[in-house]
């Protein structure tokens, strides 16, 4: 049987990608799809890749493939192309793509307004939108008219065999990045450059391709004697200063993931890292975390690290990277998605820490960073605080798992299902002590009377057949048996008759509708509405005014985002980056509040 066609596009120079991080997932998605790649490059157009739009070939490619997958925002006129053509398209970014760095003139600057609006119209027509990390998730959901309901973190992964764990470490720091005029400053080395000579008793090497000759002249002519220049490094070579080097810096301005840092990890070398963008959130608890630009606070990071006597450190750094940044699992999730895109529904629900595939090493977050993952975590905790003893439960549409993987820790013994075999597959290899199986929630593959407490988190909203749905739950559940049930609140974000504009709702329910739905099956039902505090509700109302007046709030969100940048005006409505599960609590006035839970017992 002929397998199904993806088109993988991106910006390399050639059909055939070049770039490490593509070429890896070209190679995870042949192994289940007929795949075909093909670049924007080399089509004339003043403004991004507009000229591919006048490639008949490449509307042939789009029309040709089942699926389309775009690497970067820059391929936004084929996401374009697959919107018009029926295709579902999945666009993977998060570094200069989503962010704009003002301080360096990096990334995705509003004062270009037709870029600007180019890219957020591709990101706006996606079927889905895949993030580096939960950094670049929060860049990306300040960019106008976004919304997290189409959109996860899938990190990128490499192949830790490649990168062996030091057995020699020397008191060395080592930073490896391109040699540019911008990247000097972009990638730290000048920071780091600085740093040397405020810690002269230190030794520091710095490795990279060499883009600008006048850039490495320029930084020749400043390293004190304590600072060796490598210049471009073999991939065996870089191997053996990973290997030896006790710090690895990383000291950038902005990363939307930072591939060097994490093959540093891999190696053993304890980072120390600024607190911008993804790289305080790759190195974790392993890394040290200075202020950009701070030469004295990073020298004297250096030689904490360095002083360190801590023979299991080394170990601890690789583990994070074992857990975190596998090959195996960025591989498992690309296809993941794309099955689900091909089979017109979602892998995973929606934006969720563990629902975007970013697992802490105990499988909780222990410091969580956005709205969206607390707000999903929340009806978890409500049904540990009503369940305290351990009971059978079964939860239907568990995703990647991280829910299941939650309720099995507080000791209720657990079996989960979900109709995508990835999903699944993903689920079990990462928290094996949970029963995760493949069945859908209209035929669910259990006894009568089977469990004390069914759990089923937004995923109501997904199903065609609702009926069969409540059905199945009721049948399953023991005499006295519960069931916790989520869906988002279609008074917040819909007018009266609008269709759902997230393309995998069948529906969304008001309180009204749900009871309705849910009492024709269980006898006993209380709805309450999940609602967070005020700061954050405002915010979420904002967001979704844009939803609610459709094509012409996006164009003017847009505008508005330029003219302020141009202007050089304060960003208005900026969201908290630190949630905690206080922000959220539940409510008997469901009207305004952000998701309905329905609470039923047979």
């Known amino acids: 049987m002929s397998r199904e066609r993806v088109l993988l596009v991106h910006d390399d120079p050639r059909d055939e990608p070049v770039s490490s991080f593509i070429v890896n997932d070209a190679a995870a998605l042949r192994q289940a799809y007929e795949l075909d790649t093909m670049t924007v490059q080399g089509h004339w157009a003043r403004i991004a890749y507009l000229g591919v739009l006048l490639n008949p070939r490449a509307w042939r490619r789009v029309r040709r493939a089942r699926c389309v997958v775009c690497w970067f925002g820059s391929c936004a006129p084929v996401v374009l192309m697959a919107w018009l053509l029926g295709r579902p398209v999945a666009v993977i970014c998060g570094g200069a793509d989503v962010v704009h760095v003002p301080e360096i003139g990096y990334g995705l600057d509003p004062r270009g307004f037709c870029r600007f609006l180019l890219f957020c119209l591709g990101y706006r027509l996606a079927s889905r939108v895949l993030l580096f990390s939960r950094a670049s998730m929060h860049d990306f959901l300040a960019l106008p008219g976004m919304d997290a309901s189409r959109c996860s973190v899938l990190y990128l992964g490499i192949d830790a065999g490649r990168f062996p764990l030091g057995v020699d470490k020397r008191p060395v720091v080592l930073t490896v990045g391109m040699i540019s005029r911008s990247s000097l400053r972009r990638k730290g080395i000048d920071t780091m450059v600085a740093a040397a000579r405020l810690a002269p008793e230190l030794d520091f090497r710095i490795g990279g391709m060499v883009v600008s000759g006048a850039a490495r002249d320029e930084l020749l002519g400043r390293i004190p004697a304590n600072v060796a220049f490598l210049g471009e490094l073999t991939p065996a070579q870089l191997v053996d200063e990973l290997g030896s080097a006790k710090v690895y810096a990383q000291l950038s301005y902005h990363e939307g993931f930072g591939m060097a840092l994490v093959e540093a990890m891999a190696c053993g070398c304890r980072p120390v890292v600024t607190d911008r963008g993804s790289i305080p959130e790759v190195a974790g608890d392993q890394g040290l975390v200075v202020p950009v630009a701070d030469p004295a606070a990073a020298a004297a990071a250096f030689r904490s690290a360095i002083a360190e006597d801590d023979p299991g450190r080394p170990a601890l750094i690789r583990q994070r990277v074992v857990d975190l940044f596998s090959a195996s699992g960025r591989d498992q999730g690309i296809r993941a998605e794309v099955a689900g895109l091909i089979a017109g529904r979602r892998t995973e629900q929606p934006a969720g820490e563990d629902h975007c595939r970013v697992v802490c090493r105990d499988g909780v977050a222990t410091v969580p960073e956005s709205f969206e993952e607390e707000r999903h975590r929340f009806p978890y905790a409500e049904l540990l605080r009503r369940e305290p003893r351990p009971v059978d439960v079964l939860e239907v549409g568990c995703g990647s798992g991280y829910g299941a993987h939650i309720l099995a ?110 009492a024709a099956v269980f006898p006993a039902v209380e709805i309450a509405g999940i609602v967070a505090s005020d700061d954050l509700m405002a915010l979420e109302r904002r967001r979704l005014q844009g939803r609610l007046s459709g094509w012409i709030g996006f164009l003017v969100a847009v505008a508005s985002a330029s003219l302020r940048a141009r202007l050089r005006l304060p960003v208005s409505g900026q969201r908290r980056t630190t949630v905690d599960s206080r922000d959220f609590s539940l409510s008997a006035k469901v009207g305004g509040c952000l998701d309905l839970l329905a609470l039923a017992r047979r």
């Open 409 to 518: 820790g507080a000791g209720h013994r657990v079996i989960a299902v979900d109709p995508s075999p990835e999903a699944v597959g993903y689920a079990a290899s990462r928290y094996p002590g949970v029963d995760f199986r493949i069945g859908t929630g209209t035929a669910l593959p259990f006894p009568d009377a089977s469990f004390d407490v069914l759990a089923s988190f937004q995923v109501i909203e997904h199903v065609a057949q609702e009926g069969d749905f409540l059905r199945e739950a009721c049948r399953v559940l023991r005499p006295g048996g519960r069931l916790y049930l989520t869906t988002p609140n279609r008074r917040l974000r819909l007018r009266p008759f609008q269709r759902p504009w997230n393309p995998y709702h069948v529906r969304e329910h008001s309180a009204s509708s749900l009871r309705r739905s849910v």
